[in-house]
């Protein structure tokens, strides 16, 4: 538990002193929902936003974690400090959960930033077919399964030459099931369909499944990846 | 060889291998080096030099073979081992963004020390860097990142101190420096150093090491080396280029 504390303690005073990841990744979303207000400037007002709004969010979500991941192994890796952590007697495991839920706590702080200005943006004045207290769960379920399974391929990517192509190459396809089950319960919220409800648990509960297969298999793979 | 003789030596290294693709980077290679020896390792660049050093202080796996250093397997007992073993490197392995300070604070955690801040207030005295403790690493020359990488890989206590060419890049005053930390603790711990530098190699070592292609050359005893027949077997070696 010290371990584990002291590496993620590290993580964020060197971020909240550096602020690198947030700001690229605060920035390049905010960008992201530039483009998408202008992509869909010209679609019409009988264009009905509310039934792809979660798509465009969670593409926003995926994209941004991807820069925020690439650099949170960079630079333990640039300064060979990567090597400093494996020399210390510490579980492997251990420093992937530091690094994870590092990566978390800043998926989260710019889903924070993100999220009322894509409301802002795209969603003021609609009505959402759901209550807003069921919007935050696919939110969790994904972003856990984002800093999770991103920290492992990004470990995984850090160490081959063009990293910054390889970690999207592995990431989304590897994503795809926690991504699907995301806006499914995301749009189940905001458009309420019929049935809104199960479909709204139905989904939830894969992601949350993909996430404990997914981070049990990356807590047992972690030794053998970090150390190739 | 009996258990009391086990116990007696640092290293233990038996048929040792690693390959990287078709590349041999180590290729059978066996010596024994007794407590509190310094080996210097010569050779040229490719030569596994830097393979060896990161096997035996399990930051990779060999493919055959088996090491051991202080008695512990560096596969089997990597954990345990990695509380005895200090490593210091051309490369810092400091995080520039932290201080002094908070870099040795950082390690002290990983390492579970009692105490921390009694030694990292004793090392930052040692290597002369307390009045800089609150100052980013990346503040600081190639001469002070080093003595704070020596600070970090003595802040356990290690019983061995791997050295990977620990000179270079250093200007002649922090050669010096550098020289006499080592000095300072060079009665409490084993050391294994790569170094490029024949001289500087020779004058600090007890046993000295040449590799090349992956194969010890050359394995003796300080006392016994003749310095003629060593420049003229590294010189050869350095010919030999990679494995």
């Known amino acids: 538990m010290r371990q584990f504390r002291a590496i993620l303690k590290k993580d964020i005073v060197m971020e909240l002193r550096t602020k690198e990841m947030l700001t690229s990744m605060g920035l390049y979303a905010v960008l992201v929902l530039v483009v998408y207000e202008i992509a869909l400037s010209q679609a019409g007002s009988s264009f009905d936003i509310l039934r792809i709004a979660a798509g465009l969010l969670w593409l926003a979500i995926i994209f941004t974690s991807l820069l925020g991941l690439n650099r949170s192994l960079v630079h333990e890796k640039d300064q060979g400090c990567l090597d400093a952590l494996l020399l210390a007697p510490v579980d492997r495991p251990v420093i992937f959960f530091g690094k994870a839920i590092g990566n978390l706590i800043f998926l989260s702080v710019v889903e924070v930033i993100v999220l009322p200005l894509f409301y802002f943006f795209f969603l003021a004045g609609k009505p959402l077919g759901g209550p807003l207290w069921m919007l935050p769960l696919p939110l969790i379920v994904g972003s856990i399964g984002i800093a999770g399974v991103g920290t492992l391929l990004a470990t995984m990517s850090v160490n081959t030459t063009g990293k910054d192509l390889i970690l999207p190459v592995l990431f989304i396809p590897v994503m795809f099931p926690l991504l699907y089950a995301s806006v499914a319960a995301t749009s189940a919220v905001l458009i309420g369909d019929a049935g809104y409800v199960q479909v709204f648990w139905q989904a939830v509960t894969l992601g949350a499944g993909y996430d404990a297969i997914m981070i049990l298999a990356a807590y047992g793979l972690y030794e053998f990846i970090i150390g190739a | ?243």
């Open chain 2, 1 to 243: 060889m009996t258990d009391t003789q086990a116990t007696d030596l640092a290293l233990e290294v038996r048929d040792l291998s690693r390959t990287f693709g078709a590349r041999k980077a180590l290729d059978g290679v066996s010596f024994e080096l007794p407590r509190g020896a310094f080996l210097s390792i010569f050779g040229p660049n490719g030569a596994g030099k830097t393979t060896m050093l990161k096997v035996l202080s399990t930051l990779t796996s060999p493919a055959k073979g088996t090491a051991k250093v202080m008695g512990l397997d560096v596969v089997a007992d990597a954990v345990e081992l990695r509380e005895r073993i200090g490593f210091i490197s051309h490369n810092p392995l400091l995080y520039p963004d932290l201080t002094a300070e908070e870099n040795l604070q950082f390690f002290a955690e990983l390492y579970c020390l009692d105490e921390p801040e009694k030694r990292i207030k004793e090392l930052l005295q040692a290597v002369e860097l307390d009045h800089r403790r609150l100052d980013a690493v990346r503040t600081f020359s190639r001469g002070m990142t080093q003595r704070l990488s020596i600070a970090r890989s003595l802040l356990h206590k290690p019983d061995v101190i791997f050295l990977d060419e620990p000179y270079s890049g250093l200007d002649p005053h922090a050669m010096d420096i550098l020289d006499s930390l080592i000095a300072q603790v060079r009665d409490q711990h084993t050391f294994v150093m790569i170094s490029h530098d024949l001289q500087k190699g020779l004058e600090l070592c007890s046993h000295a090491l040449i590799l090349a292609k992956g194969k010890v050359v050359l394995f003796e005893e300080k006392e016994d080396i003749d310095p003629d027949v060593f420049a003229d077997t590294y010189r050869r070696t350095v010919g030999m280029g990679v494995s």
